[in-house]
């Protein structure tokens, strides 16, 4: 084959993957939302639809802003812009509104529609930007309702900032594993090892019956600690300062804490493009600066050298374990002089770069670190959203190489015949693995496609 036939192959297959892509994004298009899975996932998610916002700002950047604005009309009164809004007409999920009862217990919740009272990484504010970006280079038709978004995401991070950080660490708490978005992952099995589960009202789990193989969800007794943490918060009424006394789990969170950094930043640019106070340029740089000494201070190991998350109802004592949120610190600009060995360790032995691996992607846990499985719900396989997030910063701090060696593998793998745009891939086989026609994997390979030409 010639190389000018292989190079017309390539870009014809990418093509293919491209319009299979977009039909997954319409097809799970609820109008001014987007389901992150056909069934696993009915309702809003929160950072899914960022990442969401991010595919489909390529093809229809007015859809793309829908999807954030429908998300931030469920912003609470205090900032926090919840994990999930549900949807009134899928009732097929559990925990439902019922169960959280956020309006119930909270003057902040909204109740129409109701969401949840947790949050994810706020992932938002790379969304609004990259859609800024987009719409400047065609003819600023979107300027006017970025500027009606720019005070909701300046409120959440606000909220992170202090909410969120009460002691000041430049570090964000978490108060339930479904909090960091990895929810399963070993990094939480030593704290919750540690929450005594009370009387949790009886319940029936529906995520099983939609994924046929129940090893690749949690397991019953992890299901019971998440409800019974539930509980915990809804007695707390979801507020930050009874949580921070009397809640049985609370961890600053390394990656949750970097995507921050990386949102400030973004936030900054978009601020500064729709001119706004260069007070609040400051505030931003100021969280940002704040979280770089953060991680640097009590999250960076140099033994593991990895980002651990702290323990707080341990006295902040680190959590040893191997994830792929240990190599968060590639995503706060100017980390240390240390993000050249973090680049390397993303694409090394222990990562990017496993000699099991059928391709080069970051697995959500290092093979053999405790707690590891290989086919389990964040204990093993790889999660395309979170390759993009480090694909991604690699690109904006110049190792191109590197990025684009993750990009490859990345794309290797969702070429693959069976791959369907899968929740998560095993990483010896590529296996899909959870649903499949999973939003936020279609939304990063249309970007990782269209990087090509960038
Ligand atoms: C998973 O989380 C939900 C709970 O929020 C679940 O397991 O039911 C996680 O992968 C999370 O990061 C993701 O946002 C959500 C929807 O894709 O699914």
Redesign the pocket.
Known sequence: MTTQNASTNVTSALGKLQTAALRVLRGNDLGRSTK??PQ??PHQ????SAFIAIGLAYHDLDRALVELETLFQSQWKDGRVP??VFNPDAVDYFPGPQRWACSDVSDAAPSDPHTSGLI?PPVHALAAWRICELDIASGEKLQSRLRDLYPKLMSWHRYLATGRDPEGMGLVSIYHP?ES???NSPRWDVPLSAVKVGEIPLYTRR?TKHVADASER?TQAEYDRYLWLVECLKKCRYEDERINKDHPFIIKDALMSAIFAAANRALQRLSSHLGMPDSDRKQLQSWEERTRQGISKHSWDEKTRLALDNDMRQGGTKIVVSTCAGLCPILIPEFNDGLATICERIMGGDFAGHQGFKFAVVPSTTPGTPGYKERA??RGPS?PVINWLYWHAMREHGFTRQAERLRQGNLDLLLEPEAKFG?YFQCSSGQQLGSAD?S?TAAVAIDWIESRSR
């Open positions: 992150p899975a696993l996932y998610w929160s950072w899914d994990h999930i994810q479904w978005g990895t929810d995520d949690p719900y964040w999660w929740e999973q936020w």
